[in-house]
């Protein structure tokens, strides 16, 4: 499975962002996605997480107003709509993708992931 990460860009603070993730294949009930970001100097952060169906969705406590993460199955597409963005929402956005029957659960690690793509830099000036 291949991931193409788009959407990045420049925004001043309280401005919105979409990101999109396109998968190369049609995946379906066993993947589960994820949003993660690493800013300058820190490590990778697990951001969002949602299951093909968009039944369950997952947040950092820190995005949880503000991110929205949701899935178009016939575009196999994941999407992480963020609002009212903030200075220390810079970094470079990964979406991953993970092959599991159990899609319920929360995976934040980054060693829990199958696949990655190439990252999209956020930049937020405040």
């Known amino acids: 499975v291949q991931l193409q990460a788009s959407g990045g860009g420049l925004v001043q603070a309280g401005g919105s962002l979409r990101l999109s993730c396109v998968a190369s294949?049609?995946?379906?009930?066993?993947?589960?996605m994820g949003w993660f970001r690493q800013a300058p100097g820190k490590e990778r952060e697990f951001v969002a997480q949602?299951?093909?169906?968009?039944?369950?969705?997952y947040y950092l406590d820190s995005v949880k107003d503000r991110f929205t993460i949701s899935a178009d199955n016939a575009k196999s597409t994941v999407y992480l709509q963020m609002n009212n963005l903030k200075s220390e929402d810079t970094a470079v956005y990964y979406c991953?993708?993970?092959?599991?029957?159990?899609?319920?659960?929360?995976?934040?690690?980054?060693?829990?992931?199958?696949?990655w793509g190439q990252g999209t830099l956020v930049t937020v000036s405040s």
């Open positions: 294949e049609r995946t379906f009930t066993s993947f589960v």
């Open positions: 949602i299951n093909w169906s968009g039944s369950r969705t």
């Open positions: 991953a993708a993970k092959i599991t029957v159990t899609t319920g659960r929360n995976y934040q690690r980054t060693d829990e992931y199958d696949y």
